[in-house]
């Protein structure tokens, strides 16, 4: 999935985010895990909001994402913040030529953008081919209660001065995942009128036992399973999964 015209609204959108908590997850397993290195490659990076975070700890960070639109906002960020990071378009299931660093992260449900089993067993072996040994894989995916009882047939509205929106989501095709159907209605304020565009996304999860296998299958060792940002085991209703992998070899 690409973004288009949403890509210049994400941020704005997206303000309330608590990106903090990432940053601030991936410090702590990093200390965990007694992992020294400074590399870092943020895939599916959007508009580079974590990318910038983990810049200004020091990390030298790459970033990969599959949107052009993204990644022309991130390169601005980047630049308007005084960095020179490196952004790449690629499909994370088809990653190459990045060489290997010491972190490896998926951030903000992107995963579950991948629509097969297939696609998201590619990922796992490419990022393991990217990751140095004793590296962590780090990663957060929408859980199948967030996806069926949460976002299913559910409607989501905001209704803003110089932005709206409203948020559709129906059953998709597969199992556990859902289509969000999203109308935009942004001010053109050299006209005072609103300009609507519509975009169509998808989600699909998959079981924590089978996203562990599909990670044990690659290589990797797994660490840790937790959820919503807390060092805790996933329960019943949690809604954003974590896990932290290791290369083995």
């Known amino acids: 999935m690409s ?17 903090h908590q990432w ?45 052009t639109d993204m990644l022309s906002v ?6 308007d913040a005084g960095f020179h990071l490196p952004f790449f378009e690629q499909n ?15 951030f903000c449900d992107s995963l579950n953008y991948l629509q097969t089993a297939e696609e998201v067993e590619k990922t796992f072996s490419k990022v393991y081919q990217h ?10 995916v929408h859980s199948i209660y967030k996806i069926t009882q949460v976002f299913m047939n559910q409607t989501f509205t905001l209704n ?4 709206a929106y409203i948020w559709n989501s129906f059953p998709g095709e597969a199992p556990n995942s859902v289509e969000h159907e999203l109308s935009f209605f942004v001010l053109d304020e050299s006209s005072s009128k609103y300009n609507r565009f519509d975009e169509i996304h998808f989600q699909r999860t998959f079981s924590v036992e089978q996203y562990s296998r ?15 940002f807390e060092d805790a085991s996933p329960s019943a209703d949690s809604e954003r999964i974590f896990f932290i992998a290791k290369r083995i070899d």
Do not use: N
């Open 3 to 19: 973004y288009e015209r949403f890509a210049y609204l994400y941020d704005e959108l997206m303000q309330d985010a608590p990106y």
């Open 23 to 67: 940053a601030e997850l991936v410090l702590k397993k990093l200390e965990d895990y007694g992992v020294k290195g400074r590399t870092l490659l943020d895939l599916a990076c959007g508009t580079g909001e974590l990318s910038l975070r983990f810049a200004r700890e020091g990390f030298q960070v790459t970033g990969v994402d599959l949107s």
């Open 74 to 79: 991130a390169r601005s960020k980047a630049e």
């Open 92 to 106: 994370m299931a088809e990653l190459e030529g990045l060489g290997q660093f010491d972190v490896i992260g998926v």
């Open 131 to 140: 990751l140095k040994e004793d590296g962590l894989f780090i990663f957060d």
């Open 160 to 163: 803003e001065d110089r932005l």
């Open 214 to 228: 599909w990670l044990e299958h690659a290589g990797f060792k797994l660490l840790e399973v937790c959820a919503d």
